[in-house]
């Protein structure tokens, strides 16, 4: 696939993103990606929890979120998307990025209209998905 122009990456500055993945290296790494290098203002954090009392702390719905599956514990990138959306009212655009090929995963996370990625990910894909998410909500 082509590279996203310029005009299109820009469409991702100052779009707010929430980061839930408990590993705390891939967690900073995204940040980076999003907020440094794109633009994007960011939420990063370890769990739903953490998740909903960020969001709740900041007041603003967010624009997207990216969100590992496998959180700790028995937490998972679903049951925070799915909080999310329930705290703020709205299907806030989600993207899910696994490793585990899982036929009941990709179900449950087409039945919720959650985009997946697959690990590992490039920087590219991550945003190629997120300028996707953007477009569908437009």
Do not use: F
């Not at 633009?39 to 998740?51: D, L, P, Q, W, Y």
């Not at 989600?94 to 179900?107: E, I, K, Q, S, Y």
């Amino acid at each position: 696939p082509a590279r996203p122009s310029r005009s299109e990456r820009e469409r991702l500055r100052g779009k707010l993103a929430v980061i839930v993945e408990n590993d705390e290296s891939m967690r900073h790494g995204y940040a980076l990606i999003l907020g440094d290098s794109w633009g994007m203002r960011i939420i990063s954090v370890e769990g739903t929890s953490a998740a909903l009392g960020a969001v709740a702390a900041l007041g603003d719905t967010p624009d997207m979120i990216l969100a590992d599956y496998h959180l700790t514990g028995d937490d998972t990138g679903i049951r925070t998307i799915r909080a999310l959306r329930e705290q703020s009212g709205e299907e806030i655009p989600a993207l899910m990025v696994t490793a585990h090929r899982n036929a009941g995963l990709a179900r449950s996370c087409a039945r919720m209209a959650i985009r997946v990625l697959e690990k590992p990910v490039r920087p590219e894909e991550v945003q190629d998905s997120l300028l996707t998410l953007i477009a569908e909500r437009a």
